[in-house]
């Protein structure tokens, strides 16, 4: 019999209440029950059957309606908060009666004439993300009425709504006159989004235009490579061409949230390029740079320019992103900024951070199980504690960390920064360099300029015996990443290798550098102390690796075999007789 009753239909739900509504009570229970009453006579019921409603039910101070199309729940709901705001002229502001409203298309189960089911629990939820006099739609919703209703719609973010195991995607509708209508792409899930504007050809040589945009069609189809981005295209950038625009203004038509302009002047054989990358909600400047070369080598210049651009402007991406997440109050917070705050603390390089970014990927990965790049820092984080613990980890950690890599590689075998850190994982933590190569020179496949897949492949070439190589690796992660928070650990790489190639002054050299940017550096300090005792220095590689025990108390000889998984006895040997003399125990 229950069978029979109960039906399945898409259908657009909207979930309203008033704001309130105790606190209304409390101040006048009478006046407030009648001017409701009076509220649902003649707006609520009429305003509904004009836009093809049903009211399903009335819920004490809320309503549930069912719509056939999105479109009519809409317009409706913008018809009912003008009716309601116009009813509240004249009343004092503690006795207004205003509303919330929610609206999400989906499936809905119909039993009689109630309907039940996750199309409903989310228009509930979504309800109560509005502010007072205002409506909040899902992603469904909003793809459906774009360009079709008279109102501006604002990217709210994705949302962790309360027993809905998904996060979801929530716009924000804003009432207005067809002049407003404003409805800006939605941004795709978990990603920052830029736009790259055309050059401004400052030369006065119209023939330089050309220059100035195959720039700029490099640094677009560079940037389009990382899939973290969500990358404008050419033909909507360069619509704004030679016009004075606002860069906020150009935010809000793109939907996107960061900006890179630049210029070109050509002097003589000479030419100048300058880029800047602006955010798009605030108009601050996030990062500039300027680039001069000859004009014979005009597109080895121009590939230049792409490179070290799109480096920069990933590495300054990524820091503003981390940078938005972390001022997010916790209980907001879904898979991205989760996964953005496991980021930030992954870059303090500590064994305390480490733990701090596995929670935090972790917590990504349970709010979406097919989050590949969670999944890879995950495995990393393993990788990051095997660094700074100077290589003390159980085989429990190393089956963890290769179980993520391997997961994170089927759910993102296209993803560079994938590639990148389970190559860092099953290259370092699992000892298999040469598999880790092989993930390595895929990450550099599918983005050439991306820093971090230079800088993890450094690794992975150092301990292959590979030391030139290694350096020159770590040398084009600098170049393409001048700002990166990682800086001293590059530095520290250099050293390694040229320690290992038996050149131990370099190494030296090295170390304190990298020591300059942080002085609690145990890496550089072991490659200080090593450089020092391989220089006959015994001393000072003992008050160095002195310096080191006070970060790493459990430094041993026998970890390190663990600690640096050379493919060549004779490349570890040349530690430990080093760290012996410095002083390192058995």
């Known amino acids: 019999m229950t069978e029979s009753r109960t039906q399945r239909r898409l259908a657009a739900i909207l979930a309203a209440d008033v704001v309130g509504f105790s606190r209304l009570m409390e101040v006048d229970e009478a006046g407030t029950l009648n001017a409701l009453k009076s509220r649902r006579a003649d707006i609520l019921v009429p305003t509904v059957a004009r836009h093809h409603g049903r009211v399903v039910k009335l819920m004490g101070d809320g309503v549930l309606v069912e719509f056939a199309s999105a479109f009519d729940a809409v317009q409706c709901a913008v018809a009912l908060q003008e009716g309601f705001g116009a009813a509240n002229e004249g009343v004092a502001e503690a006795r207004r009666i205003a509303l919330r409203i929610g609206i999400n298309l989906g499936d809905v189960i119909v039993e009689g004439s109630d309907i039940y089911g996750d199309g409903v629990n989310i228009a509930a939820r979504l309800e109560g993300l509005a502010e007072p006099g205002g409506i909040c739609v899902s ?144 108009g601050a400047h996030l990062w500039a740079e300027r680039y001069d070369g000859a004009l014979a080598d005009v ?30 109050p916790p209980g907001s917070l879904d898979a991205y900024d989760h996964y953005l705050r496991g980021c930030a603390w992954h870059n303090q390089w500590t064994e305390e951070a480490s733990v701090e970014a596995l929670w935090h990927f972790r917590r990504a990965i349970e709010l979406d ?92 070439r150092l301990y292959a015996g590979e030391f030139d190589a290694a350096i020159e690796h770590c040398q084009r992660a600098m170049r393409l990443s001048p700002q990166d928070p990682l800086l001293f650990q590059m530095d520290v790489g250099i050293a390694h290798a040229h320690f290992s190639a038996s050149r131990p002054a370099e190494a030296l050299v090295w170390s304190e550098r990298a020591l300059s940017k942080r002085a609690s550096n145990p890496d550089a300090l072991i490659v200080m102390a090593a450089s020092l005792a391989s220089l006959g220095r015994e001393p ?47």
């Open 139 to 282: 992603a469904k919703v909003f793809a459906e009425v774009q360009g079709k209703v008279g109102a501006t719609f604002l990217d709210a973010g994705e949302k962790v709504l309360k027993n809905i195991a998904q996060p979801l995607r929530v716009y924000k509708l804003a009432p207005g006159g067809p002049e407003q209508v404003s409805t800006p792409a939605p941004l795709p899930l978990g990603k920052p989004s830029i736009a790259v504007l055309a050059f401004q050809n400052m030369s006065g040589d119209v023939a330089q235009d050309y220059f100035a945009d195959g720039v700029v069609e490099d640094i677009i189809t560079a940037l389009s490579r990382r899939r973290q981005l969500f990358v404008i295209a050419r033909n909507s950038s360069f619509a704004y061409k030679g016009r004075a625009v606002d860069i906020k203004q150009i935010g809000r038509e793109l939907g996107i949230r960061y900006v890179l302009e630049g210029s070109l002047r050509r002097a003589g054989d000479r030419l100048r390029i300058t880029a800047q990358l602006i955010d798009a909600a605030t």
């Open 540 to 586: 000072e590689a003992q008050a160095a690796f002195a310096r080191y025990l006070l970060l790493d108390p459990h430094g041993r000889l026998e970890h390190l075999r663990e600690a640096f998984p050379f493919l060549r006895a004779e490349h570890l040997d040349l530690w430990k007789v080093a760290l012996r003399t410095a002083g390192m125990p058995e």
């Open 299 to 328: 597109f080895d210049l121009q590939d230049r320019i792409a490179a070290s651009v799109t480096g920069a402007i990933l590495t300054t991406v990524d820091l503003a992103e981390i940078a938005l997440a972390q001022r997010r």
């Open 369 to 460: 199980p097919d989050y590949a790049a969670a999944h890879a820092f995950a495995a990393q984080c393993y990788a990051l504690r095997k660094v700074v613990s100077f290589g003390a980890l159980n085989p429990q950690d190393v089956a963890e960390a290769e179980r993520l890599a391997l997961k994170a590689i089927d759910l993102g075998p296209t993803e560079d920064v994938v590639m990148t850190m389970a190559s860092s994982a099953i290259g370092y933590v699992v000892r298999d360099v040469r598999r880790g190569l092989l993930l390595g020179e895929r990450a550099l496949e599918l983005n050439p300029n991306s820093a971090h897949a230079w800088f993890i492949q450094s690794w992975n």
